[in-house]
């Protein structure tokens, strides 16, 4: 028999706030995104992880577990497994990382193959592996009964997520301008948030006041060394984006430096200089 639980026991602001984070983190990743594809083999490994890291880990798992923090069950405390947890996290970051190594994005092998197939089998592992991000973090959910999921509404979140997937590595294809970006984030919040929400839709779940008390961690005992995580790599991440310059300031410069030569050698010699025939 199902029992009684709620969403936004906190109340509604826990939704926005999970949306802030989502698009926060995506803006950032994207950010990173089109920094990589703009730059050097070599370096491109480098702006993928940090784009992995905020997309993957605070803009799909941070917002999670801000998400959880209304969920409640009535009759029975909620606590987290901690290596599940961990686990989850660690899943979402990697699985963004080889999505847009796959597309195309990093320093890549798989150059023969055509773009828009590489597209998609990026965001088809990215969009699996995220809607497993998702699960595994309600594996590690525990309460005094057990907990299920609704099949209809864990195959709509998995559809959410692969088309959520495949829209994130688009955008970060199209996306060069800051002022798309703006609207990119926007939409790839709104689909991690559907997704998760979808998923949580499907749940039921069962109080036995005969079963043990369950062990483990509250989710704001998780979310406070998250947060702090979450902010130092924000602010490293936006650190890294300003002291980059821009591919369009360095042809800028290198546009300017060409010409500043080029006058250079077709500076008319002076009066004194012109020789006599």
Sequence with gaps: MSHEMHHFSMGTWVLFLAYATSVIGSYVGLS?????ANAKVGQRT???????????GIG???????????FDVIGSPVRYDLPLTLF????????????????GFGDTVLDKIPSVARLLIGGTIMGLAVSLMHYTGMAALRIQGTVEHDTVFVVASVIIGLVAANAALWLGRVSEKFVV??????????AVVALHYTGMAGVEVTVDP???RPGGMT????????????ILVLALSILVLGLTLSRADVELEES??????????????APGNVPTV
């Design 60 to 70: 799909i798992w941070l917002m999670h577990f801000i998400g959880m923090m209304g």
């Design 256 to 269: 300017v430096a060409r010409w500043s030569a080029g006058s250079e050698n077709t500076t008319p010699a």
């Design 210 to 212: 005969t079963a043990p």
């Design 88 to 103: 989850s996290v660690v899943l979402a970051v990697v699985a963004t990382m080889v999505g847009l190594w796959i597309a």
């Design 181 to 190: 970006r703006i609207p990119a984030a926007l939409v790839m919040g709104l």
């Design 219 to 230: 989710v704001l005992s998780l979310l406070f060394p998250a947060f702090i995580l979450g």
């Design 32 to 36: 990173c995104v089109r920094q990589s």
């Design 46 to 56: 480098g702006w993928i992880a940090l784009a992995a890291v905020a997309i993957g």
